[in-house]
Each structure stands twice: as C-alpha cells, then as structure tokens.
C-alpha cells in the first residue's frame, strides 16, 4: 500500500482518495525522547495501528540525534499525507517527515526525495494541530508565525497517529523554550549581581561604561524575548479558540519576565537609589523643608480666572531646544535607569532625569499644536461638507511639526493638577478662505502679523491638567466671529519598550462649526522616542480616525512607524471619504514634518509643505501678570536654570514642584476631597469646558 501511495505522489499530483501510509522509526532513539517518556500513550497509539497502513515500532516513537555511537538521527514520523495547495491544484500527495528533534514538519516530492531540500518546511514550537471536519480524516496544522499546512491522511487511525505525534512535538518544543528562557533570566540576573557587586571605586567598578551597556541591553534583550514568547502563547490559545478545539491549560505555558528589583521603587517614584556618574545629576526624592512647604502653598481653586487678553503680548521667548548629544555622565544615567525598567512598564510614576526635559510644559506643547490658526479658521469657509473635511484635515496633518519642533526628542514638563495654560491668537481675516486646490504663499518662515485688531479673528486657548493619576490634560480653544471651538482631553501613557520609549494619547476632541451644526470627533496618534542610547528621536505611529456623523464624511490617518529594515521616517498616509456612498475624495501621502501631497477625486492636487508654512504667534500674558499656577509661571525656575545649564539646580526646582503636588493629593486623600477643576467639568467618560460656546449661543 505504501509503495502504491509513493507510485501516486511521484507523478505530481494526486486524487484525494489516494491511500497514505505513515511509519514511526525507532532507530536511534533513545527512553528521554520517546513520547512514552513524556507522558504520551506513544506505545498503545502505535500498536492500535499495527494492522492497516501503518507501520511503527512499539514503545519508542521519537528519535535522539545522533550520540556518541555514531548512528544517523531518524525522523520520529514519516510518510505520505495528502496536502491542499491551492484551488487550482487542489490536494496532492507529498512526503512528509516529522523530526521531533528539530521541532519540524518537511514534506517533499517522494520518499525518494527525502534526502533532497526539502519543499517546504513548518516550526512546530508553539504550533497548533486540530481537526477539521472540511474534509474526511482532515487535520490542521497552524504555525505559531502564521503559516498553515491542510492534511488528509488514509483513515481516522493514521489521522490520530499524525495528531498525536504532532501535538506531542509542539508542546515538547514550547517547554523547552520555557525552560531554556528561564535559564536566560537566571543568567541575566547573574550577570546584573556580578556587575553590581563591584566596587565604587578602581579600575572596574559598577559604572564602567561598557558594563552599563551590557547590563541595560541584556535586560532589554530578555524582555524582549520573554514579550515574544508570551505573544507566542497568546497565538497559541487564539488559533486554539478560532478552531473550536480549546487548547489543554497545561500547554499554555507562561514566562513572567525578569523581574527587577527596583521594579516596585520605579512604580511609586521612590527611584532615588540609583548611583550618579556625575554630581551635578540627581534626581532623588527627599523631604521638603518646612521653609520649602511654605513657599510652595498652592493657591485656593476660586474657580475660573478672568484673563484680560489686552495684557496679552506676542510671544518671543527663545524655542530651540538643543539636541541631546551622547554626553558621557548623561549617558551613564540613561544606561542605569534602562537596566532597571520592564518591557511594556508604565513609566508615568517614574520620576526621570531632568537633562531630558525641554523648556516648555505639556499644556503649552498643545498650544503650539495651534501654530497654523489660519487652516483651522479656514475649515468654516468650506462652501461644501466635502471640503470642510479636507480643510479639517488639513489643518489635522499640518498641526504636529511645529507642535511636535519637527522630530525632536525631548519631553516636556509632566503638568501639575491645577496647573493652565492661556494664550491667544490674532489671525489677519484674509488669509481665512478656503484654500482647496489655491497653493500657500508666501513659502518662508515669516510669521503673520496683525497690525490693526479689527482686521483679525481671534482666537482663545486655555489647558487645564484636570487629574494626576491618571494624567489627564484638556484644551478648549473658541473662535466667537467664526463660531468654531475645540474641545479635547487627553490621557498620556507611556511605557518602556526596549531601547525606545512609547506615549499613547488616549482621549479624543471634538471640533465644532456652530454655522454649520457639524461636529468633527478626531483622536491623536502615539508619538515614540527612538534611539535613546545615542541620539533620541521622535516619531509618530499609530491610525486615528476623524469623524463627522452629521455629513457622514470620516477620515482615516495612518502615521507609518519607520520598519527595522529600510523604509522612510515620518510618513503618513490618510484617505477622506463620504460613507453613505463609500467614495474617497481625496488621499494624502507624504512626511508629518516635511511635504505632504493632497489628490483630489476629480484629479486635482496640491502639494503643502509643513516646514515653510507661515507661522502665527501666539500672544501670551508676561509672566509678572499670570497667576502662580500657569505654566509659564510655574515652571520658570526650572526653565531658568536648564537655559542656564544647571542641571542640579533644575533638578532640585522640579523636585520641589513635584513633591509639593504630592503632598498635596495627600492632604486630599486623608480629607477625601476629590480634586476640582476650574475650567472643564467631567461628563461620563470625558471632560468639557465650564462655559462652551455652544452653550453660550
């Protein structure tokens, strides 16, 4: 019968009736590789089968390599399955070897060709073996990297054969890679308590440079792998789920992850232990004095402030923000803090060094998202829902190169609850129109100045960190003459991915255009610091989606994350479309921080160039005029003394500021007064400002 089966496969392809015959080899095996030794009724499966197609030897069904005897490792399973290949060729016999050892399943032409490469070849770690129904003695081999083998044996016995040998193979092979990551964490571990033993001073001690590296990319390394595995398991259960056949808990095997001992310290922003390669770089957490608590007192929240916007005044503090280069002392404590965090670890209460910051905070970094009110203003032009929606979007993807200063990597101050920001825009009324296929002039970095008030729309901002924990930032900005306001919140999450560091903004904003009784629901993309051993920069990833349900116009944008190998940086795709009549009506393509091209569905296109587009001061009150709990205000300490270069004193300001809002929520917690805000006001899951102008119209 065997030999019929190999006459059917070697002339190609073959009739799905052909008969298979399967063979388990005992040659060279060994009882620690058998599947009775693992726990496999490997003997009573076999000897069931003694009389059909099959042939096996009882009692060993899985091979060793080849040991000191010299023998030839034999596969544990061999013989002819018949294999769907695609709708023109259907099934067709093939040869197919189960090496246990390698944790593979090949086929080939033949038996003939065994010898030959192989025709293709399938991991069977953490792989999935079920049985269909789609056709008689069926069976599914799903890898865990997303290929798929469909099987028919002879009969129901040598389909149970196949299955069994298979799923013994794949769950031999996941423990031992659960095995083998454990051993890989106590080596790590190993490695990390060697190199901290060390002593402070001599020729080698715990702050070697080299030795950092090692301890931080060994700990990113394992917890990369680890991420990997329990992604594994998790494609494990799900293909076990989608195929109705619940995979047993004990193949699910799990692995934690390194645990770090600092870990917890991390979590609750006690990381003052961590040695410095430089004085002048501190960051621990230490009581306030009393004379400190008593400067700090917060101000009473008296509700809403009146801000006089003819105290407002152009905006000309200095904005660049210098690189950060790979200063030596910098790049120890980097290193250091690295080696102590967890793969996907939630970095919000992780008090980080301060040569990080850039000299503006988060609330302010929203305003300067705003830095092309003219775009905006033009969306309420628009003579048509179509080109609202391409207005909107627009002025969307314009939006984050100067919000973001192109792609550079530093972070702005995490906002302390109750502090604002307010600020103002006069936009010239002439450059407000829609600007659908007309192209943006002039091109040059010359900012728009409006002489005369009344030849201008203006344009309120105000942000409010409404909660700590989790940390929550909303903006409302309102154009009264244009009858148009935005209303966001935001949450920020960031986690620790490796040698990056990943923000997700969570929340979404609503752009209302009262004239027009339309309302535009959008959200943000994740932004992610790359390259934070070296030279850190930022990119933006991720899809978010803008939606008007009243037009039946959406958008959807794809911010492209740059591929391990090759690609460009900062692209972004996005295609407007009209729902109810599923029509695209323009496509966009370009870079976030560079040139962006707009076709339109009649042929029409416009190429923008975020870089040369004219930007619009935003007016802001002097800092003697604002109130101790805005930004600018709040944080000018700190900013001096960065601008100054003095990182130790601006680590000890921003210290002073954090534990005051900590012992703040303290006084909060034991009085169980809930903190309230003074400009937005929490409906269901969301936040709105007290007084929108929606609801003032």
Same mark, same amino acid.
């Given at each position: 019968?065997?030999?019929?089966?190999?006459?059917a496969?070697?002339?190609g392809?073959?009739?799905s009736?052909?008969?298979?015959?399967s063979?388990?080899?005992s040659?060279?095996?060994?009882?620690?590789?058998?599947?009775?030794g693992?726990?496999i009724?490997g003997?009573?499966?076999?000897a069931?089968l003694?009389?059909?197609?099959? #042939?096996?030897?009882?009692?060993?069904?899985?091979a060793?390599p080849?040991?000191?005897?010299?023998?030839?490792?034999?596969p544990?399973?061999?013989?002819?399955?018949s294999?769907?290949?695609?709708?023109l060729q259907g099934?067709?016999?093939?040869?197919?070897?189960?090496?246990?050892e390698a944790?593979l399943l090949?086929?080939?032409v033949n038996e /003939?060709?065994?010898?030959?490469?192989?025709?293709g070849?399938?991991?069977?770690?953490?792989?999935?073996?079920?049985?269909?129904?789609?056709?008689?003695?069926?069976?599914v081999?799903?890898?865990a990297?997303?290929?798929?083998y469909?099987?028919?044996? @002879?009969d129901?016995?040598?389909?149970?054969l196949?299955?069994?040998?298979?799923?013994a193979?794949?769950?031999?092979?996941?423990?031992?890679?659960?095995k083998?990551?454990?051993?890989?964490? &106590?080596?790590?571990?190993?490695?990390?308590?060697?190199i901290?033993?060390?002593p402070?001073?001599?020729?080698?001690?715990?702050?070697?440079?080299?030795?950092?590296?090692?301890?931080?990319?060994s700990a990113?390394?394992?917890?990369?792998?680890? $991420?990997?595995?329990n992604?594994?398991?998790q494609s494990?259960?799900?293909?076990?789920?989608?195929?109705?056949?619940p995979?047993?808990?004990?193949?699910?095997?799990?692995?934690?992850?390194?645990?770090?001992?600092?870990?917890? /310290?991390?979590?609750?922003?006690?990381?003052?232990?961590?040695?410095? @390669?430089?004085?002048?770089?501190?960051?621990?957490?230490?009581?306030?004095?009393?004379?400190?608590?008593q400067?700090?007192?917060? $101000?009473?929240?008296?509700?809403?402030?009146l801000?006089?916007?003819?105290d407002?005044?152009?905006?000309?503090?200095?904005?660049?923000e @210098?690189?950060?280069g790979?200063?030596?002392?910098q790049?120890?404590?980097?290193?250091?803090?690295?080696?102590?965090?967890?793969?996907?670890m939630?970095?919000?209460?992780?008090?980080?060094?301060?040569?990080?910051?850039?000299?503006?905070?988060?609330?302010?970094?929203?305003?300067?998202?705003?830095?092309?009110?003219?775009?905006?203003?033009?969306?309420?032009?628009g003579? =048509?829902?179509?080109e609202r929606?391409?207005?909107?979007?627009e %002025?969307?993807?314009?939006?984050?190169?100067?919000?973001?200063?192109?792609a550079?990597?530093?972070?702005?101050?995490?906002?302390i609850i109750?502090e604002?920001?307010?600020?103002?825009?006069?936009?010239? #009324?002439?450059?407000?129109k829609?600007?659908?296929?007309?192209?943006?002039?002039?091109?040059?970095?010359?900012?728009?100045?409006a002489e005369?008030?009344?030849?201008?729309?203006?344009l309120?901002?105000?942000?409010?960190?409404?909660s700590h924990?989790?940390?929550?930032?909303?903006f409302?900005c309102?154009?009264?003459e244009?009858?148009?306001?935005?209303?966001?919140?935001?949450?920020?999450k960031?986690?620790?991915?490796?040698?990056?560091?990943?923000?997700?903004?969570?929340?979404?904003?609503?752009? #209302?255009?009262?004239?027009? &009784?339309?309302? %535009?629901?959008?959200?943000l993309?994740?932004?992610? @610091?790359?390259?934070?051993?070296?030279?850190?920069?930022?990119?933006?990833?991720?899809?978010?989606s803008?939606?008007?349900?009243?037009?039946?116009?959406?958008?959807?944008?794809i911010?492209? =994350?740059?591929?391990?190998?090759g690609g460009?940086?900062h692209?972004?795709?996005?295609?407007?479309?009209?729902?109810?009549?599923?029509?695209?009506?323009?496509?966009?393509?370009?870079e976030?921080?560079?040139?962006?091209?707009f =076709?339109y569905?009649?042929?029409?296109?416009?190429?923008?160039?975020?870089?040369t587009?004219?930007?619009c001061?935003?007016?802001i009150?002097p800092?003697?005029?604002? &109130?101790?709990?805005?930004?600018?205000?709040?944080?000018?300490?700190?900013? #001096?003394?960065?601008?100054?270069?003095?990182?130790d004193?601006?680590?000890?300001?921003?210290?002073?500021?954090?534990?005051? /809002?900590?012992?703040?929520?303290r006084?909060?917690?034991n009085l169980?007064?809930?903190?309230?805000?003074k400009?937005?006001? /929490?409906? &269901?899951?969301?936040?709105?400002?007290?007084?929108?102008?929606?609801k003032?119209?």
């Open positions: 019968m065997e030999r019929a089966a190999q006459g496969d070697g002339g392809g073959s009739n009736s052909s008969r298979s015959s063979r388990a080899t040659a060279g095996s060994s009882p620690s590789c058998s599947l009775a693992r726990g009724a003997r009573s499966a076999v069931g003694g009389g059909g197609g099959s #042939r096996s030897s009882p009692g060993s069904v899985a060793s080849s040991g000191g005897d010299g023998r030839r490792r034999e544990a399973l061999e013989g002819v399955l294999k769907y290949t695609n709708l099934w067709q016999n093939r040869y197919f070897v189960l090496d246990f944790g090949q086929y080939f /003939q060709s065994k010898h030959q490469k192989p025709r070849a399938l991991s069977l770690s953490g792989a999935i073996v079920s049985l269909s129904d789609e056709a008689p003695h069926m069976l081999v799903y890898s990297n997303g290929e798929m469909k099987l028919r044996a @002879a129901a016995k040598e389909k149970q196949w299955v069994t040998q298979l799923r193979c794949a769950k031999y092979h996941m423990e031992t890679n659960s083998m990551m454990n051993q890989v964490e &106590g080596q790590q571990k190993n490695l990390v308590h060697a901290e033993s060390l402070g001073s001599g020729p080698l001690t715990a702050l070697d440079q080299d030795l950092l590296l090692l301890k931080a990319t990113a390394t394992l917890s990369c792998l680890g $991420e990997c595995f992604l594994l398991q494990v259960h799900q293909v076990g789920q989608a195929s109705h056949k995979v047993a808990s004990e193949n699910i095997l799990g692995w934690p992850g390194p645990k770090s001992h600092s870990t917890e /310290q991390l979590k609750n922003g006690t990381f003052g232990s961590l040695p410095s @390669a430089s004085a002048n770089i501190t960051w621990a957490i230490v009581p306030n004095t009393a004379e400190d608590e400067a700090l007192q917060p $101000e009473p929240n008296s509700g809403p402030e801000v006089l916007s003819e407002e005044k152009s905006d000309t503090e200095d904005k660049e @210098a690189e950060l790979v200063m030596e002392d790049r120890s404590v980097i290193l250091h803090l690295i080696s102590q965090l967890k793969l996907g939630d970095l919000t209460k992780v008090v980080l060094p301060t040569f990080i910051l850039e000299k503006r905070s988060l609330l302010e970094m929203y305003a300067d998202f705003m830095a092309h009110p003219d775009l905006l203003l033009a969306v309420t032009a003579a =048509t829902p179509e929606v391409i207005c909107f979007v %002025y969307y993807l314009t939006a984050f190169h100067e919000g973001r200063k192109g550079l990597a530093k972070k702005p101050y995490n906002p109750g604002t920001f307010h600020c103002s825009w006069e936009v010239p #009324r002439d450059r407000v829609p600007k659908r296929t007309a192209p943006h002039s002039p091109p040059s970095q010359e900012h728009l100045i005369e008030p009344a030849e201008s729309y203006k309120r901002f105000v942000a409010e960190q409404v924990h989790p940390p929550i930032s909303c409302y309102e154009c009264k244009k009858r148009l306001c935005i209303n966001t919140h935001v949450w920020t960031s986690k620790f991915m490796g040698m990056s560091v990943g923000v997700s903004m969570i929340g979404e904003g609503v752009l #209302r255009l009262l004239e027009h &009784g339309e309302e %535009y629901v959008f959200t993309p994740s932004a992610y @610091a790359r390259s934070i051993l070296t030279i850190p920069w930022v990119e933006l990833g991720g899809k978010v803008i939606n008007c349900a009243k037009t039946g116009y959406s958008a959807t944008v911010f492209h =994350t740059k591929p391990f190998y460009k940086v692209r972004v795709t996005a295609e407007v479309k009209h729902n109810p009549t599923n029509t695209i009506v323009c496509k966009v393509h370009g976030w921080n560079g040139t962006l091209e =076709t569905n009649n042929g029409e296109t416009k190429v923008v160039d975020t870089t587009l004219p930007v001061p935003k007016k009150r800092l003697e005029k604002q &109130g101790p709990m805005e930004s600018r205000n709040l944080w000018r300490e700190v900013t #001096r003394y960065l601008r100054l270069g003095d990182i004193a601006a680590t000890e300001q921003k210290r002073r500021l954090e534990d005051k /809002q900590r012992m703040e929520e006084k909060r917690e169980r007064t809930p903190w309230q805000p400009y937005f006001i /929490q409906e &269901g899951d969301g936040w709105v400002y007290f007084n929108p102008l929606w003032a119209h």
